[in-house]
């Protein structure tokens, strides 16, 4: 079983930046698909991005082009660089880790607060 552990997560006002971590053990990394994931109060969990183990990149269309996500597999860690923040990214952001034919994992998340 992987093992994460998010960071980041802050207050911040409207059109600020902030970059979440996620530090994984317990596996190799450079073999896992990574992704975040988001939640409000009241909503259900939502995909906001994903990394595949080889580089590529996708989005969900509320968060195109204001946050990017990479990894860097010597440290093994996926980030999210979260731009031009709204107060509807309010959220507890989650990290997952994927791979076919493994038990996915998730971290414990890490509250982004955004103020108008």
């Known amino acids: 079983q992987v093992q994460l552990v998010e960071s980041g997560g802050g207050l911040v006002q409207s059109g600020g930046s902030l970059r979440l971590s996620c530090a994984a053990s317990g596996s190799i990394f450079s073999l896992n698909h990574m992704g975040w994931h988001r939640q409000s109060p009241g909503k259900q969990r939502e995909w906001v991005a994903t990394i595949t183990s080889g580089g590529s990149t996708t989005y969900a269309d509320s968060v195109k082009g204001r946050f990017t996500i990479s990894r860097d597999n010597a440290k093994n860690t996926v980030y999210l660089q979260m731009n031009s923040l709204k107060p509807e990214d309010t959220a507890v952001y989650y990290c997952?880790?994927?791979?076919?034919?493994?038990?996915?994992?998730w971290g414990q998340g890490t509250q982004v607060t955004v103020s108008s």
């Open positions: 997952k880790s994927f791979q076919m034919g493994l038990p996915t994992s």
